[in-house]
């Protein structure tokens, strides 16, 4: 299938090659919510696409830009992934839910229920572009938390007698083939040295605070 509205094929897989995103039918189109890519980082005006799809072609009609502001006050930003959405009957979008968890950087999860409210002069536009739409936050969601129970320590049997601890190798991969072989036999090892790219030099504070602001709360 041919992509059309986007420079070229890389910038075609960073758009439409997502993990963790919702795609849903929206007025004459399909709406495309947030997601993770490989290999590169959804800027804000990226997150949410419109898109048509025809027998041979997908058209990527519009990049909508939800303003994250409601009379002057800033909106927390939804992360967009893992959540679930809807298109309501007045063109608008819900979305509930959403979070992930940065093995570096904790955890975070949307607190509360979105709608992305699209301006009347937005469902005229008809090439690729960034829309003067905006999100609603409509309310906070809490999560109370419930009667604290004390874990009772057990000791793992197996067949009545104890199990035996079996320590988790450090390795560190020499080729392809010993991964494979890891692969195969399915046993827990914790991999050493390997490279997990440029986010270990790139990923400073001021580079992180660009990308998804200073409003977002982290739980570690």
């Not at 303003?67 to 930003?77: D, I, L």
């Amino acid at each position: 299938m041919q992509v059309k509205g986007v420079d070229n094929e890389q910038i075609a897989r960073w758009l439409l090659g997502r993990f963790g995103a919702t795609c849903l039918q929206h007025s004459e189109g399909f709406l495309l919510l947030g997601g993770v890519t490989r290999d590169h980082l959804l800027s804000r005006a990226d997150e949410v696409l419109s898109f048509a799809v025809s027998t041979d072609e997908l058209i990527i009609t519009k990049r909508v830009l939800g303003q994250c502001a409601q009379s002057g006050v800033p909106v927390p930003r939804p992360l967009l992934a893992g959540h679930a959405a809807i298109s309501l009957p007045d063109g608008s979008v819900t979305i509930v839910g959403g979070g992930a968890t940065c093995f570096s950087m904790g955890t975070f999860w949307n607190g509360g229920i979105y709608t992305l409210r699209f301006a009347e002069s937005d469902r005229n536009e008809t090439a690729a572009s960034q829309l003067a739409s905006r999100w609603t936050f409509e309310r906070a969601v809490d999560i109370v938390p419930g009667e604290q129970v004390t874990p009772t320590r057990t000791i793992p049997q197996v067949n009545g007698e104890k199990a035996r601890i079996t320590p988790i190798p450090n390795i560190k991969l020499q080729s392809p083939d010993e991964f494979l072989k890891i692969l195969r036999e399915g046993r827990p090892v914790v991999f050493k040295g390997l490279d997990l790219g440029s986010c270990v030099s790139s990923w400073t504070l001021d580079y992180l605070e660009s990308k998804i602001g200073t409003d977002r709360k982290v739980r570690g």
